[in-house]
């Protein structure tokens, strides 16, 4: 899992992601070098259709048709994610981004 430390990094904006299996990227720069770097985050399927998610606010709201809304299936991600959330206190992860972002 790729992880960027909060204390050196910070968020930029959010794109459309580059890869196939992503729905986003996150950009974040390096406080002290400038230095730009990606994370990728939110999954599409191989046949092209993205995961559904509880709602999307990333901003860009390009994958926004495909909110569910559902409670139930947002405490069940969370329950079923629980164990990457000891990191995002410290970190930029993709579990974190979509935590905060999609669920």
Not at 16 to 28: C, G, M, V, W
């Amino acid at each position: 899992m790729v992880r960027y430390s909060k204390k050196l990094y910070k968020l930029v904006r959010f794109e459309k992601s580059e890869k196939s299996t992503s729905k986003y990227q996150a950009i974040l720069q390096n406080k002290e070098t400038g230095k730009e770097v990606k994370i990728h985050f939110g999954g599409i399927r191989p046949n092209g259709i993205p995961y559904d998610q509880f709602k999307d606010t990333t901003g860009l709201g390009l994958y926004s048709k495909y909110d569910h809304g559902d409670k139930m299936r947002k405490r069940l991600y969370r329950n079923r994610h629980s164990n990457e959330k000891k990191s995002f206190k410290d970190f930029w992860t993709a579990g974190y981004l979509s935590w905060t972002f999609l669920w």
